[in-house]
């Protein structure tokens, strides 16, 4: 198993062009995942990681809580309602939000070194 590289989240948000849309902001990922299949999500998951995905109903929350995953990206520009940021919110839970595809995302994440479960690429 390889030690999942520490990526910073800050110099990330100008390449996505992520708004944040909590109050919340790790300073760290260890890791991406890529899927709108929550069941996969807590199937594969890992803490720390960002999780790319075009759903923004409650249960993303719910799943993101569950696996401790530090920043739900939101792409394709889609944002949850109010009450599912709020939600997150008093999770502790970081949602930001990109008008980049999930593909476009993936590469600038890609770039800056983040890499699947357990490091694998």
Known sequence: MKTPILVQLQPLMAALRAEQLTNNRPET??????????????????????????????NVVSVAATKDIAVVLFTCG???YAEVIAEADEEGLALLTTPLTTFEAAGKLWEAGLRGKNGHE
């Open 78 to 80: 889609r944002k949850p």
């Open 29 to 58: 990922l260890t890791g991406c995942y890529i899927s709108d299949l929550l069941s996969d999500v807590l199937a594969h998951a890992e803490p720390g990681m960002i999780w790319l995905t075009i759903q923004t109903h409650r």
